[in-house]
T-cell receptor
Framework: DAKTTQPTSMDCAEGRAANLPCNHS???????VYWYRQIHSQGPQYIIH???NNETNEMASLIITEDRKSSTLILPHATLRDTAVYYC??????????FGPGTRLSVLP | DTGVSQNPRHKITKRGQNVTFRCDPI?????LYWYRQTLGQGPEFLTY????????KSRLLSDRFSAERPKGSFSTLEIQRTEQGDSAMYLC?????????????FGPGTRLTVL
């Protein structure tokens, strides 16, 4: 079973920041937080991952709370092409990914 | 394009027929994974290979399913005596092994429809 809880769906206006929350209250010390997204009819795409510190790359920022029980993925300027299902996954290195149903993000014009 | 490729992209078959899918991973990746995804759900792990060795199989992988990776490069997933419940997207992913957290890179998937 997935170890994370995410909202089923969210809307975001084009050009605004999209903030996608994820709860992982049972996360253990050696588990990383990963985010993937899946655009319709494509395979999942890696976005970002982190352990304790906040992370940023060209796609997004990942904010992890100090107690690591939750995190937020931030898409700073959402575009229509960011419409997708976003998956938050916690995983120990070497283990397989366990995907939940994710959050369906709709970016609206 | 040096990403993960899967063939065919779509397969329609009649119940009871056998089907085989192929996955070509990123060339330097020695780990290869198979997932199944049904409508509205996230991908579910089926099995994975380290080089040619099949190291883990999910209980979802019934006796009708078999996966191979004969030379540690491409992999095939065969479903025998297909059932309507096998209709799904079958995804392949690859990753390097070694140190680091090793994100998996997914292919576009093969969509199977069993009539």
């Amino acid at each position: 079973d997935a170890k994370t809880t995410q909202p089923t769906s969210m809307d975001c206006a084009e050009g605004r920041a999209a903030n996608l929350p994820c709860n992982h209250s049972t996360i253990s010390g050696n588990e990383y937080v990963y985010w993937y997204r899946q655009i319709h009819s494509q395979g999942p795409q890696y976005i970002i991952h982190g352990l304790k510190n906040n992370e940023t790359n060209e796609m997004a920022s990942l904010i992890i709370t100090e107690d690591r029980k939750s995190s937020t993925l931030i898409l700073p300027h959402a575009t229509l092409r960011d419409t997708a299902v976003y998956y938050c996954i916690v995983r120990v290195y070497g283990q397989n990914f366990v995907f939940g149903p994710g959050t369906r993000l709709s970016v609206l014009p | 394009d040096t990403g993960v490729s899967q063939n065919p992209r779509h397969k329609i078959t009649k119940r009871g027929q056998n089907v085989t899918f192929r996955c070509d991973p990123i060339s330097e990746h020695n780990r290869l994974y198979w997932y199944r995804q049904t409508l509205g759900q996230g991908p579910e792990f089926l099995t994975y290979f380290q080089n040619e060795a099949q190291l883990e199989k999910s209980r979802l992988l019934s006796d009708r399913f078999s996966a191979e990776r004969p030379k540690g490069s491409f992999s095939t997933l065969e479903i025998q005596r297909t059932e309507q419940g096998d209709s799904a997207m079958y995804l392949c992913a690859s990753s390097p092994s070694g140190s680091g957290v090793n994100e998996q890179f997914f292919g576009p998937g093969t969509r199977l429809t069993v009539l």
